[in-house]
Each structure stands twice: as structure tokens, then as C-alpha cells.
């Protein structure tokens, strides 16, 4: 089992930043890749991001490339968001997964990231 617990959400005016973090505990594995999801109202969720537990590869959605940054500290077993040059259309609920061979298994309960314009 795997506990990942979201923080760093807020309400945020367009340009602004945020950086999201996702701590997790419990037996974690080196052969996790942790992901970003996120869900607006009414919308289906919506991968972000996703990072390998060496950090070593990222990858990004188009619609935030350029934009937002993971990263990690496994030190810390904490995975993170930088989110910059927010738009309102970031509005949603953030969640962070952890799982292997591309099916995330495990997930936190999200973070709320308001974007006003």
C-alpha cells in the first residue's frame, strides 16, 4: 500500500504560481512512476505530468509544456509541481498517482488549484 497526500493548492490570479507537492508513504518502490491528473467541473480527468522514480524522464502535456515543471526528492519521497504563468483554464483539482508500467494504482485525494482571471 501507498498513501500520497496533495498540498500546495490555492487560489492563484492568472500569471501567478503555485507549486504543488505530493508526499507519499508507505512502500514506496523504485519502480514508480508518480503522475499529475487533473479534473475541472463537468470535465473528464486529464493527465498533466508524469516523472520516474530516478527523475531521469518527464514528460508533459501540451496544454502545459512550458509552463509547469516536476520534479522529486526522493530523500523526502515527495514529488512536485512548479506550476508558472497559470491561466484560468488550470482551474481544477489536482491529483497525484503512483504505479508502474503505466497503471496508476494509487491516489491522493487531490488539491484544489483556482486560477482567477
Known amino acids: 500500500q501507498v498513501q500520497l497526500v496533495e498540498s500546495g493548492g490555492g487560489l492563484v490570479q492568472a500569471g501567478g504560481s503555485l507549486r504543488l507537492s505530493c508526499a507519499a508513504s508507505?512502500?514506496?518502490?523504485?519502480?514508480?512512476?508518480t503522475g499529475w491528473f487533473r479534473q475541472a467541473p463537468g470535465k473528464e480527468r486529464e493527465f498533466v505530468s508524469h516523472i520516474t522514480w530516478s527523475g531521469g524522464s518527464t514528460y508533459y502535456a501540451d496544454s502545459v509544456k512550458g509552463r509547469f515543471t516536476i520534479s522529486r526528492d526522493n530523500a523526502k519521497n515527495t514529488v512536485y509541481l512548479q506550476m508558472n504563468s497559470l491561466k484560468p483554464e488550470d482551474t481544477a483539482t489536482y491529483y497525484c498517482?503512483?504505479?508502474?508500467?503505466?497503471?496508476?494504482?494509487?491516489w491522493g485525494q487531490g488539491t484544489q488549484v483556482t486560477v482567477s482571471s
Open positions: 498517482a503512483v504505479g508502474t508500467a503505466g497503471i496508476y494504482a494509487y
Open positions: 508507505g512502500r514506496t518502490r523504485s519502480t514508480y512512476r
